[in-house]
């Protein structure tokens, strides 16, 4: 078989046509069916619909294709399942796939709500325990210098009193000193007068 540019050869792109499944396709277009999808690859796709149904769903793929099909309300005039493939009508497909995007949208957003509300609540968490221990030193330090100065005060009160019962306890010292001088003094004289008689 000889391979060039300008021979072509019917019975050989026949072939080819055939074994790759173009003239299915082909056939299938001609039906009113352009969009199709291997059953594994549909049922991956657009469970996503179906996610309150997910267990009732076959595990054959082809069973399960049908069922969710039908429990998304379609005709069965709308779509065929073929060996291997289903194959959808556009006015079946195009309302399958705006329901999965919303359907992904939805939940995307959804997924980032609780992420950014994970985040936020660690983040003010974070701080308020910041602000928590700040606090604590702050109030620490503020008791600190209240009990320095409370000391120093207790200190000098101390200083003070101790000094005023000191000066009370010399005098009242001096003070006995003094009268018991003035009574020996008084007891001398007492007794230079009865030996002067």
Not at 85 to 106: D, G, I, Q, Y
Not at 154 to 170: D, K, N, S, T, Y
């Amino acid at each position: 078989m000889e391979k060039s540019p300008s021979i072509y050869d019917e019975k050989l792109v026949l072939d080819q046509l055939k074994y790759l499944g173009m003239l299915e396709i082909i056939r299938i277009k001609k039906q009113g069916f352009p969009v199709h999808y291997l059953f594994q690859d549909f049922k991956v796709k657009y469970l996503c619909l179906n996610i309150k149904n997910r267990y009732r769903v076959p595990k054959d793929d082809k069973e399960a294709v049908r069922f969710m099909l039908k429990s998304e309300g379609m005709a069965p005039t709308e779509w065929q399942l073929g060996k291997t493939k289903v194959f959808l009508r556009s006015c079946v497909h195009e309302p399958l796939e705006e329901k999965r995007l919303a359907t992904l949208n939805k939940s995307a957003v959804m997924i980032q709500k609780i992420w950014r509300g994970y985040i936020t609540a660690r983040q003010y968490k974070r701080i308020w325990n910041a602000a928590k221990r700040i606090q604590e030193y702050f109030l620490s330090w503020k008791l600190r210098i209240y009990f320095r100065k409370a000391r120093r005060a207790a200190v000098v009160i101390q200083a003070h009193l101790r000094g005023m019962f000191g000066r009370e306890v010399a005098t009242a010292l001096r003070e006995a000193k003094r009268v018991e001088e003035e009574r020996r003094r008084q007891e001398c004289l007492e007794i230079e007068r009865r030996l002067q008689k």
